[in-house]
Each structure stands twice: as C-alpha cells, then as structure tokens.
C-alpha cells in the first residue's frame, strides 16, 4: 500500500462546481502539505498544516481552502472551481520529530481538469 | 517567493552517457533535495543534502551541495533507459522549524537507447 494515497486520481469537472481532494497517509507524520504543479512552473505550496487543526497559507492559496481532522487526513478543498485551477495537485508529508528539515514524502498526485 | 533556477529545462542523452544538472538560488538554504518525477506519478526522493560541500552519492548518483549553499548539482553516471522523468531540486531555507520547500522548475531528460 502507498504511504500517502490521494485520491481521486483524476476528476474532470464543470466550471463553478465545488470539488474536495482527499489525502491520506499511512506514515504516522504530522506534518501534511497540497501543492500544485503547473507545465513549466514546478511545484508551488498551497496549503500546509503541522498538527491536527493547525492550517496556514501557502504561497497560492487564494481559491483553495484545506481542512486537518486527523493526523493522518489532509483535504484540498476547490469552493467555485474556475479552468486556470487546471493542474496536477501533490499532497506531501513530512516529520520533524525525526530532526529539523526531513524531507518531504509526496503521494502520487491527482489530475484535475475544470472545463 | 524565492526562485530556483535549474538548468538545463531539457536534455536528450545517448544511453550510456553521464549526466549533469544544476540549480542556483541568490538565497541561501539549509537543506536541498533532489526528486525524480515519473510520469503519472508523484516525486520521489533521490538524494538529501544537509551541510555545505556535502557530496552524497545514491547508486549512479551523485550530489553535492554546494560551498557557498546557493547551489546544487545532480550527476547521473551511465544513463540508462529509465533514467527518463523530470528532475527537480527543493530547496530549504535555514530557521528554526523552516517548512517550506522551494522548487526549481524541472529538468526534463530522455535517454535514447
């Protein structure tokens, strides 16, 4: 089983619509992530979260809002989809308790179309 | 944000050959990683680089972390077929609980048989 499993893998969807992208891990780190990958634009931060209900922006946040219930569940959420949130979407984990700067542990993404 | 510069944006090799890539940053950072992205798939981690003038090797890998910590280099020895996807390098900037990672853009390599 993969350690951080986002799903859906992929969701097509309608301009407007509301759309949730869950992730889940199996990994036992506090420490849980969204980012958005764009062609040519690398990996950006949208949401990060270090503790259950501790949420905090990242560098593209406007449009997106996250919600951390539990440890191990972290969830993207698109209120009013719009085409230019097209993109790949990445949840990460990662654990400071095993000392400063671990790396992050990315799931395998979800592809996400908005017509 | 802080900008990652990585180069080249694309190569193509002859299988066999080595490899080199690199980023810069006109910042300094505590840590840098190197993933290695496969299509359909998310990032993977290759190598972690946590002190200047670090050079950590992972197979047919090889990355240092430069002297100066605005920089970094991957080498790739003998490329083979499934050395294809993009690689990217993150960087981490130093402090106390630092989270973020700051990602160059990707190189993208093929390897022609």
């Known amino acids: 089983d993969a350690d951080v499993t986002q799903t859906p893998r992929n969701r097509i969807t309608k301009t407007g619509k509301r759309i949730m992208l869950e992730c889940s891990q199996t990994?036992?780190?506090?420490?849980m992530y969204w980012y958005r990958q764009d062609p040519g634009l690398g990996l950006r931060l949208i949401y990060y979260s270090f503790d259950v209900k501790d949420i905090n922006k990242g560098e593209i946040s406007d449009g997106y809002s996250v919600s951390r219930q539990a440890q191990a569940k972290f969830s993207l959420s698109l209120e009013s989809a719009i085409p230019n949130q097209t993109a790949l979407y990445f949840c990460?984990?990662?654990?400071?308790?095993?000392?400063?700067?671990?790396?992050?542990?990315f799931g395998d993404g979800t592809r996400l179309s908005i017509l | 944000g802080q900008q990652l510069n990585q180069s080249p944006q694309s190569m193509f090799i002859q299988e066999g050959e080595d490899v080199s890539m690199n980023c810069t940053s006109s910042s300094i950072f505590n840590t840098w990683l190197w993933y290695k992205q496969d299509p359909g798939e998310g990032p993977v981690l290759l190598i972690a680089?946590?002190?200047?003038?670090e050079l950590t090797s992972n197979g047919r890998l090889t990355a240092q972390f430069g002297i100066t910590r605005k920089d970094s280099f991957l080498n790739i020895s003998a490329s083979i077929p499934s050395d294809v996807g993009i690689y990217f390098c993150?960087?981490?900037?130093?402090?106390?609980?630092?989270?973020?990672?700051?990602f160059g853009k990707g190189t993208k390599l093929s390897v022609i048989p």
């Open positions: 990460a984990t990662s654990d400071p308790a095993r000392g400063p700067n671990q790396p992050q542990h």
């Open positions: 990994k036992g780190h506090d420490r």
């Open positions: 993150a960087g981490q900037l130093p402090g106390a609980g630092s989270y973020q990672l700051t």
């Open positions: 680089l946590y002190k200047a003038g």
